[in-house]
T-cell receptor
Framework: DAGITQSPRYKITETGRQVTLMCHQT?????MFWYRQDLGHGLRLIYY???????DKGEVPDGYVVSRSKTENFPLTLESATRSQTSVYFC????????????FGDGTRLSIL | AQTVTQSQPEMSVQEAETVTLSCTYD???????LFWYKQPPSRQMILVIR??????QNATENRFSVNFQKAAKSFSLKISDSQLGDTAMYFC???????????FGPGTRLSVLP
């Protein structure tokens, strides 16, 4: 089925470990986004990508790395996880254009002990 | 930078009643787009309604409608005939034209009571 898939849905890891969250979309949308959701902050943009091999920082990029070698995939890596990165992470995609909404994956709940 | 404020962290409403969720935003742009997303306990983010700032007519989608006041920079969501399935977090979001990036408010947790 067409859509946007995030994996894993839940992840527990330890501080200092590297962890990668996966995002895959089947719509061939140009834009993809990574957000983190924390109580009282809503969703905050970490990184986004306008096309393959084009990425840019959002509001809270520190401690995160992204890549986009293929249009359909946009993985997010925490190179050395910290407890402050415990959060729910959402991937989204959209077509370019004035009023195009973003379509979201189901999120990954990441706990860092 | 744009900011989005939702001043009601939590609200409740009786089933079949009407409830209004508030959203205000700050921008110097003259044209932009506003959205309401719903996040039920399943954690999905579901688009509820969208509004183009250049349109004076308020958007409506079935039981959901908005009151868009451009001068006041206000974008409230009205839910009529509330249903138990409307229980969710509701997020207001702002987007500049061709900017693609959304700025989200902190959310309002709505509980519909039987």
């Amino acid at each position: 089925d067409a859509g946007i898939t995030q994996s894993p849905r839940y992840k527990i890891t330890e501080t200092g470990r590297q962890v990668t969250l996966m995002c895959h979309q089947t719509w061939s949308h140009s834009y993809m986004f990574w957000y983190r959701q924390d109580l009282g902050h809503g969703l905050r943009l970490i990184y986004y990508s306008a096309a393959a091999d084009i990425t840019d920082k959002g509001e809270v990029p520190d401690g995160y790395v992204v890549s986009r070698s293929k249009t359909e995939n946009f993985p997010l890596t925490l190179e050395s996880a910290t407890r402050s990165q415990t959060s729910v992470y959402f991937c989204a995609s959209s077509e370019p254009g004035s009023s195009q909404p973003q379509h979201f994956g189901d999120g990954t709940r990441l706990s860092i002990l | 930078a744009q900011t989005v404020t939702q001043s009601q962290p939590e609200m409740s409403v009786q089933e079949a009643e009407t409830v209004t969720l508030s959203c205000t935003y700050d921008t110097s742009e003259s044209n932009y787009y506003l959205f309401w997303y719903k996040q039920p306990p399943s954690r999905q983010m579901i688009l509820v309604i969208r509004q183009e700032a250049y349109k004076q007519q308020n958007a409506t989608e079935n039981r959901f409608s908005v009151n868009f006041q451009k001068a006041a920079k206000s974008f409230s969501l009205k839910i009529s005939d509330s249903q138990l399935g409307d229980t969710a977090m509701y997020f207001c979001a702002f987007m500049k034209p061709f900017g693609q990036n959304f700025v989200f408010g902190p959310g309002t947790r709505l509980s519909v009571l039987p």
